[in-house]
T-cell receptor, first 114, second 114 residues
Framework: GQQVMQIPQYQHVQEGEDFTTYCNSSTTLSNIQWYKQRPGGHPVFLIQLVKSGEVKKQKRLTFQFGEAKKNSSLHITATQTTDVGTYFCAGRIFSSGSARQLTFGSGTQLTVLP | EAQVTQNPRYLITVTGKKLTVTCSQNMNHEYMSWYRQDPGLGLRQIYYSMNVEVTDKGDVPEGYKVSRKEKRNFPLILESPSPNQTSLYFC?????????????FGPGTRLTVT
């Protein structure tokens, strides 16, 4: 079945440092979504990327979708303690045999040290 | 307020005792889904539903049942729970399974099976 690999699993940074998490899919994706889960909370939607090579920004967060639509990244510039949490990518495929299923990566747990 | 609710939030039960976790959304969403979250494995989809009376298996359906008799409700049933079903469960809904719609997650149900 489809797999979405996400690295790193854990990342500790000093406040003010940058952070990047990467997702790679075994198959071409129709789109990819990113979610953030605060400690003890539930995943919250951040953004969706659809087009090949797409780049979107949300303040200090930059999201990229690869040209082949098989990989994506989330980059946070100058991390703050409010960025703490686990970041998940979720890829969606369309195929003749299966319905439109969203497959989540394993997540990157970000710790920001003050 | 637009939301997804789950009940109970916490549940400790014994092996073999049937249980149901309820999920309800007030956003008139067609698509609903159940995930389980385990350390290092991210969110894995159990079952999903495209609409009323339409359900399909996700990645880890064994040991679970679902039903979708009403648009707003999507209960998760464990007929004979086992310790390997100890996990954090999330229900989610979205307005479409198509290109541009985010998933809204419930607060989660932490299940322990002894």
């Amino acid at each position: 079945g489809q797999q979405v690999m996400q690295i790193p699993q854990y990342q500790h940074v000093q406040e003010g440092e940058d952070f990047t998490t990467y997702c790679n899919s075994s198959t071409t994706l129709s789109n990819i979504q990113w979610y953030k889960q605060r400690p003890g909370g539930h995943p919250v939607f951040l953004i969706q990327l659809v087009k090949s090579g797409e780049v979107k920004k949300q303040k200090r967060l930059t999201f990229q979708f690869g040209e082949a639509k098989k990989n994506s990244s989330l980059h946070i510039t100058a991390t703050q303690t409010t960025d703490v949490g686990t970041y998940f990518c979720a890829g969606r495929i369309f195929s003749s045999g299966s319905a439109r299923q969203l497959t989540f990566g394993s997540g990157t747990q970000l710790t920001v040290l003050p | 307020e637009a939301q997804v609710t789950q009940n109970p939030r916490y549940l400790i039960t014994v092996t073999g005792k049937k249980l149901t976790v309820t999920c309800s959304q007030n956003m008139n969403h067609e698509y609903m889904s159940w995930y389980r979250q385990d350390p290092g494995l991210g969110l894995r989809q159990i079952y999903y539903s495209m609409n009323v009376e339409v359900t399909d298996k996700g990645d880890v359906p064994e040991g679970y049942k679902v039903s979708r008799k009403e648009k707003r409700n999507f209960p998760l049933i464990l007929e004979s729970p086992s310790p390997n079903q100890t996990s954090l469960y999330f229900c989610a809904s979205s307005s479409r399974t198509g290109f541009t719609y985010e998933q809204y997650f419930g607060p989660g149900t932490r299940l322990t099976v002894t």
